[in-house]
């Protein structure tokens, strides 16, 4: 999809430095994949929060199976 953008010149030097992008595209890919990574870990992360992990074992335990 081509899109066409108006971005601060010193926010794209700044991403195009962090994420070591040779162009302006490759950049925004990084930016964007990124952004979404941590938006789906933050979505994760209230999920956990609401229905906590509960554990059938200590971890004593578990060593002590995997032992076995």
Same mark, same amino acid.
């Given at each position: 999809?081509?899109?066409?953008?108006?971005?601060?010149?010193?926010?794209?030097?700044?991403?195009? *430095?962090?994420? *070591?992008?040779?162009?302006?595209?490759?950049?925004? *890919?990084?930016?964007? +994949?990124?952004?979404?990574?941590?938006?789906?870990? *933050?979505?994760?992360?209230?999920?956990?929060?609401?229905?906590?992990?509960?554990?059938?074992?200590?971890?004593?335990?578990?060593?002590?199976? +995997?032992?076995?």
């Amino acid at each position: 999809m081509k899109v066409t953008a108006i971005i601060d010149e010193n926010v794209i030097k700044d991403a195009m *430095k962090y994420s *070591k992008a040779s162009t302006i595209t490759e950049t925004l *890919k990084v930016a964007l +994949n990124e952004y979404i990574r941590i938006q789906k870990l *933050k979505d994760l992360n209230e999920l956990v929060k609401k229905n906590p992990i509960d554990f059938e074992y200590t971890a004593e335990e578990i060593r002590n199976l +995997n032992r076995q």
